[in-house]
Each structure stands twice: as structure tokens, then as C-alpha cells.
């Protein structure tokens, strides 16, 4: 089930995000570090009510926000569509011990059909270059690749940016 996370949610979605940084960074993936996302940013991600959250067994396996906010690393991508009635995808994650059961598909199927039925005309996202793994998540997903961005508190190599045109 995929529902709003809420404030009780906090210490469980900063367990899983930690999780998946150190699982990263084990793997040379570091898309994610001890200071991002931070409980901080979880937080005002729940206050905002754009952060969702997938439950198996009552026991939360993932979560995803979807935003109209656009970053102001985008400012220079030239994206597929205006800038008008956009979604963005940030924190995708899935907790390690559940990764690789369709769950991460799962979240972005509901992204997806979250956008579809509230008339957003593309979802915009992010990932790591280093990232070979969700890279080709979303190419499988029909996203296109388009400009790279910067994180600098977070990696000195480049995040690719993608789009996906749903309603024009």
C-alpha cells in the first residue's frame, strides 16, 4: 500500500535513506552520503505532504517524493515540455533488505499514474552518472536522458537529469 508518510513515519524513512546510502557507498555509488538526505530534508518533505510511502506487512519498504517544486539546479536543463505543470521525482529508495522484489517499480508506477491522473504534462528526475543501475531504470521506463546537474555537496561527478512527456 502506498500512502502519505507522516511525522511517526521520520525516524523509519531516515532508517531506510541511511540504508540505502551506506549500501551505495559500499558499492562505490555515492549518489548519497551522511549528510543527504538528512532527516531534516525527510521531514520537510513530510510537513510539505509530498512524500509517499510503500508498506509491506506494516512494515514501510520504500518511499518517494513527488514535488511541483523545481530545484534550482534545473534553472538550465532544457527540458522536453514548459515549465508548467511538471512532477518532480526526488529520494526514490527502497530499503536494501527489499530491494530487488519490484518495489522500486511499484513506486514509480504510482508516480506515474499520481501524474497521469492530476494532468501533469512530464515527470522530471535525477540520478547519479555513476549510477549504472538506475540509469537503466529509467531508460527501461521510457525516460529520456537529457542535461547533467550538479550536487556539489554531495559528489563532484555530475547527476543526469530525465524526463518523461505524459499529458501535452
Not at 17 to 46: G, H, R
Not at 59 to 86: F, H, M, P, S
Request: charged share 25%; aromatic share 14%.
Amino acid at each position: 500500500m502506498i500512502v502519505k508518510a507522516l511525522l511517526d513515519d521520520l525516524e523509519e524513512l531516515h532508517t531506510i535513506t541511511k540504508s540505502c546510502a551506506n549500501y551505495m557507498i559500499k558499492n562505490a555509488i555515492f549518489q548519497w552520503n551522511d549528510s543527504y538526505p538528512s532527516k531534516q530534508v525527510l521531514q520537510e518533505d513530510i510537513e510539505l505532504q509530498q512524500i509517499w510511502k510503500l508498506t509491506h506487512k506494516a512494515t514501510i519498504v520504500g518511499i518517494i517524493v513527488l514535488t511541483e517544486i523545481e530545484d534550482k539546479e534545473y534553472a538550465g536543463v532544457k527540458w522536453l515540455t514548459k515549465n508548467d505543470k511538471n512532477l518532480y521525482i526526488h529520494r526514490l529508495a527502497v530499503h536494501p533488505n527489499f530491494q530487488g522484489k519490484g518495489y522500486a517499480q511499484k513506486l514509480m508506477d504510482f508516480a506515474e499514474n499520481f501524474a497521469s491522473k492530476n494532468s501533469y504534462k512530464s515527470i522530471r528526475l535525477d540520478t547519479y552518472s555513476k549510477n549504472k543501475r538506475n540509469q537503466k531504470f529509467y531508460k527501461k521506463r521510457k525516460y529520456k536522458k537529457l542535461g547533467s546537474i550538479y550536487f556539489p555537496n554531495q559528489s563532484e561527478f555530475p547527476f543526469f537529469c530525465y524526463e518523461k512527456v505524459l499529458n501535452v
